[in-house]
């Protein structure tokens, strides 16, 4: 989710950025850059997880408010505090509204590679070099209807111009200005060489005029001749503070001034800012964002600092507004957890400490998704499907936004928030390059359509800007750019968005040809892009001060077209229009609108400028400079009487910067008189009533020059109408239909809205109207489109719906999880709301209003829970259920397989996890070469190899977010020979138990084993099983091309294992362990194991095997009992639950054989353990019982 901006001061500072970045690639060592000041940051958006599609930036330009929106990332372009009007002085009459943080540039001259593909808009300074090399295409030299209609007359007012040269800066590429403005003659600029070989500021100078730019003072000897400059920041509630940023580079110190610029004092710092927030009231506090993520606060306007938090997003860090947060010194932002999870957290700039600090929303937000804005907290909660919005009014409880059903948007920005409603545009599951404008109610829950497909243009750098403009100094009225089959037309609306309308092209043009264009085949449509180059006015511009003055860039046709286009100007507020430039032209507005400036866009020199007194009826030409200019830019002074204009420029290609000051004060220094007006009434072709009043505006009369003056107020009147049906717009839930009528849509119910029943015996019963914000109309059909305040009905519990609050059906096990009960229908003070939390405890509450906090449980045992939620009440009843997974972590897996096993015989393999998650768990098993695992939930699977071979199994265990593994392989024989091993104790002593002893330890025993038994090494095979004592299997295999001859390969089996047992009996087989310890190894049977294979008459033999075994351990246990020792017996056993006879421990081989992955369980001697009790203990000094605990998540 994010916010749109556009203009300086207003709403369209993305561009600047952009511009900026573009003009300081192209520009190189010899080509100067202007950067505005009085600029806020651009802004970046980027993909809201797989929901939103990603976007470089978007902006959006509306005029007449100055609120920061940005909510994404900052990219990195330098900018500055507001104080100035540069390029578009729209918005300067509410102040200073902006004090967002400023991101500064990252060292490295590849900031400003990812433009350099980009092609330059028509309305952006691309590149210096072209600006100032002469070439094809327009010149001075060429008169144009233009250069006619704007030729002198002798009793025409004159304008005075002065230039300044700032010598010694010819070289400097960069440039910052800044006016205080606002009853102040002090502009200050700072000029940098910027080297982009080494990616770094080398050169800079501060420049200081005190009279209005008519000369300009050296600053360096002040500041520090070699100190390197930066960075330039005013304080946006007093303006002769300043701070000043050295370049980190050399050192990190910051200059602070309060005399305007006029002294300063040098305070070093101990980290390197990227950007400053001011605090809106309070004139020494500003929050300073550093390079490694840390926030630091400082409230005597830089001169000590102190950490508040760490791991900050940037740009998410927000002052307290006034009159919604309690503390002045509070701060909101977004901050991360060592996990990287991502929270809003809130707390005092002093005392942030973790036990100071509040969270007002509970759960994790998505990154970058915190705004704070006006009335209205916005965030986003990560979800793994359809994104989720939620919007906290005058810091109220956070509830979610709703969008109609099916919008489901893959991206969403917040527009603006000025007007009491929340403007948000939404690019649909649908939609590629369009945006849908919806507006919200007062509280920015519920939200309504506004206006389809809204174009969005490409801008450099690839950031998306939307066709959407707010006019300024006319509440209500928007123009925005729609497209409509393949064909993309301007439309305007006055009812902020109820209704839209084409544009009535002009009647003549500017020969006073008749232009034939008949709605709504032809019309006038206009670019709404705002200027990539924040010094110059845009496509469109208008003004608080001037309302009804619209003049924008367009053309006439069928469509929007970027060719052939020329400059329009519409006196009444966008009901007839009239063509004042055939080629495009930036202009400004003067005197409170009085006096309009335009300049040629700025492909070639020029040394004329155009004035017209009458709102662009008649321009005159004047002359401000005797050489043409390269114009760069344009600075206007601040404030509604901007009576001074500063222009920025370069002679020729290596030039010094020219400054050339306009002042408009010398047309005439008569101020406005009451006969010197006209009053002018606000329509919508001929309907007096926008916005619900009836508005009388006073203007200078045409041709009258004089000033309008600070007291001067455009608004004469406004007077309340008569509500009708365009005051109002329809509710949520409702579309307007081809009759012009409201009516619910095919997924909205209306009676629904008696959910509100759950706080009162009433609720507002919609009528699928509600009125435009702010509109002021008064009676009339007021009362028959209102909500009217009814009785709850008495219904039994409908629509009744369980979830958990993060919307989430799984949980970790130990913490909270927050259940939500919701019912659509249904008196809900009079229902009773139960809740089985399925693991034996439930809760009842007398009606749902006690649970609308939701309802707090805590899982004590792992495992899937059956939820089940009752409304009842007199009239019914109605349930819902949910199944929660509550799962704790997987530790550990260990595959439990038979290291051998009979062709065709079926085996169990099993996987034990550590701790256990009883129905919890998915399994994924790969027996052999399968590609497709099998799945299931329980533990173990059955199977039979058919051939023989070596077959590697793997298992992978998925519980919550973690997947474990584990892989053995097992050898497939049609018959083998095993005998079980046990040691002399003193290998207990060196036992770890873990799975790469028993690798290396039967590694070691097999090679023991070689050494009095002639045996290929490969068909010997020692599974050292786990636990203490320690014991072992060895394995006897045929090869497997004896196989065929099977009798043969059973004696040859039958004499090697008569051998090994023999020399097992002596105590022949021993190893090394390390010096001085050596082992012996046992038999543990007192009789050959039989031969194991797949052929039925050996199962007498088996069972004959099976009961001696049986007897033999019950002999055994009575020697036990009676604390018999015979010195040359020693049974080991170990407590084995497994079922499997082949489920047997891992092996090592040498390294002549395939390597063999060992496992960890009970091997074939089960068929002893079976018949054992206990373990066999034969002393305290030899043996040992393994006692390890196997942590359990059931056990809390």
């Known amino acids: 989710m994010g916010t749109w901006s556009g203009s300086c001061p207003g709403w369209h500072f993305l561009s600047l950025g952009v511009w900026l970045a573009v003009a300081a690639n192209t520009f190189q060592s010899t080509n100067a850059e202007i950067r505005c000041a009085s600029c806020p940051s651009p802004v970046q958006l980027h993909a809201l997880k797989s929901t939103r599609m990603e976007l470089k930036g978007l ?185 000043v940023l050295t370049d980190p580079e050399f050192e990190s110190s910051v200059l602070i001034s309060t005399d305007e610029g006029a002294s300063f004092q040098k305070y070093r710092l101990t980290f390197y800012i990227l950007s400053l927030l001011f605090h809106p009231t309070e004139e020494d506090w500003a929050l300073a964002y550093s390079h490694d993520q840390k926030l630091y606060s400082s409230l005597d306007f830089g001169r000590k600092w102190q950490l508040v938090h760490e791991r900050v997003t940037p740009t998410r860090f927000y002052w307290s507004v006034s009159g919604l947060d309690k503390e002045p010194d509070l701060v909101h932002m977004e901050a991360h957890t060592p996990d990287g999870s991502v929270q809003y957290v809130t707390c005092r700039v002093q005392i942030c400490t973790e036990a100071n600090r509040n969270y007002p929303f509970s759960g994790y937000i998505d990154i970058s998704s915190l705004v704070v804005q006006d009335d209205y907290i916005f965030i986003q909660v990560p979800t793994s499907g359809r994104a989720t919005y939620y919007v906290s009014y005058r810091r109220d409880v956070f509830i979610q936004i709703k969008l109609p059903k099916y919008s489901l948007p893959k991206d969403l920005h917040i527009v603006s928030t000025d007007e009491k409603q929340v403007f948000a545009a939404v690019q649909e599951w649908n939609q590629n390059d369009t945006y849908n404008l919806y507006l919200s109610d007062t509280s920015g829950i519920y939200f309504t359509l506004a206006m389809e497909n809204v174009k969005t243009t490409r801008g450099l750098g690839g950031n998306q800007m939307l066709d959407l403009y707010e006019v300024a100094g006319i509440r209500g009225m928007l123009i925005a750019n729609k497209r409509q089959d393949n064909q993309v037309k301007t439309f305007i609306t006055y009812n902020k968005g109820r209704d839209w309308r084409l544009l009535q092209a002009p009647a003549t043009d500017l020969d006073g040809t008749e232009i034939h264009c008949i709605l709504p085949f032809c019309s006038l449509h206009l670019q709404l892009q705002s200027s990539e180059n924040p010094y110059l006015s845009g496509a469109i511009s208008t003004k608080i001060s001037a309302p009804g003055i619209i003049v924008a860039t367009g053309n006439i046709g069928a469509e929007l077209s970027y060719n052939n286009v020329g400059m329009y100007i519409s006196s009444d507020a966008g009901n007839s229009w009239r063509q004042i430039f055939e080629e495009e032209h930036n202009v400004w507005f003067l005197d409170r609108g009085g006096a309009l400036v335009a300049v040629k866009q700025p492909s070639v020199p020029t040394k004329h400028l155009w004035v017209s007194f009458d709102e662009g009826r008649q321009w005159t030409q004047h002359s401000f400079s005797s050489v043409p200019l390269f114009v760069d830019g344009v600075l206007v002074e601040a404030g509604a009487e901007n009576q001074i204009m500063t222009f920025f420029g370069h002679f020729s290609h290596r030039s010094e910067w020219q400054l050339i000051k306009i002042d408009y004060k010398s047309v005439s220094s008569r101020k406005c008189t009451e006969e010197d007006y006209q009053t002018w009434h606000l329509h919508n072709q001929g309907e007096p009533c926008v916005m619900g009043q009836k508005q009388i505006y006073i203007k200078r009369r045409p041709g009258n020059y004089c000033m309008l003056g600070k007291d001067y107020s455009g608004l004469l009147s406004a007077e309340s109408c008569i509500c009708r049906a365009h005051d109002f717009e329809c509710d949520y839930g409702y579309e307007r239909r081809s009759d012009g009528n409201c009516r619910p849509t095919f997924w909205f119910n209306p009676s629904s809205s008696t959910k509100s029943c759950r706080h009162s015996q009433n609720y507002l019963n919609s009528t699928g109207y509600r009125k435009v914000v702010l509109n002021n109309c008064t009676k009339g059909v007021k009362e028959l489109y209102t909500a009217r305040k009814q009785q709850c009905p008495k219904k039994s519990p409908k629509g009744l719906l369980l979830t958990t609050k993060d919307d989430r059906l799984a949980a970790n096990l130990g913490t909270n999880v927050t259940f939500l009960v919701h019912l659509d229908e249904g008196d809900s003070i009079q229902t009773n709301i139960q809740l089985d939390f399925g693991d034996g405890i439930a809760v009842s509450y007398s009606n749902l209003s006690w649970a609308e906090e939701g309802i707090k449980h805590v899982y004590k045992s792992a495992g899937i829970f059956r939820v089940t939620a009752l409304a009842e009440n007199s009239l019914g009843y109605e349930t819902t259920t949910l199944y929660l997974h509550v799962t704790c972590p997987v530790e550990n897996v260990q595959l439990l397989a038979p290291f051998v096993v009979v062709r065709n015989k079926e085996v169990n393999i099993s996987a034990v996890i550590l701790p256990t998650h009883p129905r919890t768990v998915t399994y994924f098993w790969w027996i052999g070469n399968n590609t497709e695992p099998v799945v299931t939930l329980d533990g173990s699977v059955a199977y039979a190899f058919r051939h023989e071979g070596m077959y590697p199994v793997t298992v992978q265990v998925a519980a919550a977010n973690v997947i474990f593994q584990d892989t053995k392989t097992i050898a497939v024989r049609e018959f083998f020979k095993s005998i079980l091993l046990s040691f002399s104790p003193n290998l207990d002593e060196f036992n770890p138990d873990l799975p790469e002893w028993r690798q290396d330890a039967g590694r070691v025993i097999r090679k023991a084993v070689l050494q009095v038994a002639e045996f290929p090494e490969e068909q010997l095979l020692v599974a050292v099983l786990p636990g203490v004592p320690t014991a072992a299997e060895l394995f006897l295999l045929p090869h497997r091309s004896q196989s065929q001859d099977k009798k043969r390969s059973e004696q040859e089996l039958e004499r090697i294992s008569t051998i090994i047992v023999n020399a097992l009996n002596q105590n022949l087989v021993e190893f090394e362990l390390k010096p001085g310890v050596r082992v012996i190894v046992y038999n543990t049977q007192l009789t050959l194991a039989p031969l194991v294979d797949a052929n039925p008459r050996h199962s007498s033999s088996a069972l004959l095997m099976l009961l001696s075994v049986v007897f033999l351990g019950l002999a055994v246990f009575l020697i036990y009992k009676f604390k018999r020792k015979i010195p040359w017996i020693n049974i080991y056993a170990e407590v084995n639950q497994e079922k499997e006879q082949e489920m047997i421990s891992s092996v090592g081989q040498g390294d002549n054989a395939a390597k063999i992955t060992l496992s960890e369980f009970s091997s074939s001697k089960e068929l002893m353990d079976k018949e054992l009790d206990a373990r066999v203990k034969s002393g305290a000094t030899n043996t040992y019982e393994s006692t390890r605990e196997i942590p359990n998540c059931t056990s809390v």
Request: contains cysteine; charged residues 25%; hydrophobic residues 25%.
């Open 59 to 243: 902006e959006v330009t509306m005029g007449n408010t100055g609120k920061d929106s940005s909510w994404r990332n900052v990219p990195d372009f330098e900018t500055h505090m507001p104080g100035s009007t540069v390029g578009s002085d729209r918005g300067e009459d509410k102040g200073d509204p902006e004090f967002r943080a400023h991101q500064r540039p990252k060292r490295g001259a590849s900031e400003f590679s990812d433009f350099t593909e980009s092609q330059p808009s028509r309305h952006s300074a691309a590149s210096l070099d072209e600006l100032r090399s002469p070439g094809p295409g327009r010149s001075e030299s060429r008169r144009s209807k233009d250069d006619w209609r704007g030729s002198n007359r002798q009793d025409e007012p004159k304008l005075t111009a002065g230039t300044f040269a700032l010598t010694g800066d010819s070289a400097h590429n960069h440039a910052v200005v800044y006016w205080s403005g606002l009853n102040s003659s002090v502009i200050l600029i700072l000029t940098k060489l910027y080297d982009f070989h080494i990616g770094s500021v080398t050169e800079s100078t501060l420049w200081r005029s005190t009279d209005y730019g008519s000369t300009y003072e050296r600053m360096n000897d002040k500041v520090g001749s070699k100190t390197v400059l930066s960075y330039l920041y005013v304080c946006p509630t007093n303006k002769r503070k300043i701070m």
